[in-house]
């Protein structure tokens, strides 16, 4: 017998997605108000329920200190939001600059309900598509792009 696991978006359908990327709908108001700008805002108008995102690519020995930086960095606005009568988690995560994938990030998707095979998928691309930018940015260290004079 197959028990349904409940997901963070299990109970209602009205999920909107934004991300802090100019192509990308904006944030809610309740999240524009503010300074901060989480990479990535799932929220829900009829539950007032606001998932924020964090993504970080740190060296791998720097994981956990990431992920307390960030947890740290969303924690008066996720009080200010529960004040105001939404439900509000921060979920940092973590995928290193050499494609290792933190734990964050495979209780993220979870939390979401991907599993099985869709997960597994997600969690490779994730570490290669970190790993390759990394290579990427290293590769152009030396270029004054980068660098401000």
């Given at each position: 017998m197959k028990t349904h696991r409940k997901g963070l978006l299990d109970?209602?359908?009205d999920w909107v997605v934004s991300?802090?990327?100019?192509?990308w709908e904006r944030h809610p108001d309740v999240i524009r108000k503010t300074a901060l700008r989480p990479d990535i805002v799932i929220h829900s108008a009829s539950?007032?329920?606001?998932?924020?995102?964090?993504l970080t690519v740190p060296y791998e020995s720097r994981m956990e200190e990431a992920h307390a930086f960030k947890e740290g960095k969303y924690?008066?606005?996720t009080k200010?939001?529960?004040k105001d009568g939404y439900?509000?988690?921060v979920m940092p995560v973590e995928i290193g600059a050499r494609g290792f994938v933190g734990s964050s990030a495979y209780g993220l998707l979870s939390?979401?309900?991907?599993h099985g095979n869709k997960r597994t998928k997600t969690l490779r691309l994730l570490a290669e598509t970190a790993e390759h930018r990394s290579r990427w940015i290293w590769s152009r260290r030396n270029e004054r792009l980068l660098h401000k004079d």
């Open positions: 109970g209602c359908d991300a802090d990327l100019p192509e539950t007032q329920q606001i998932i924020m995102v964090e924690l008066d606005l200010e939001l529960k439900e509000a988690k939390k979401l309900s991907i």
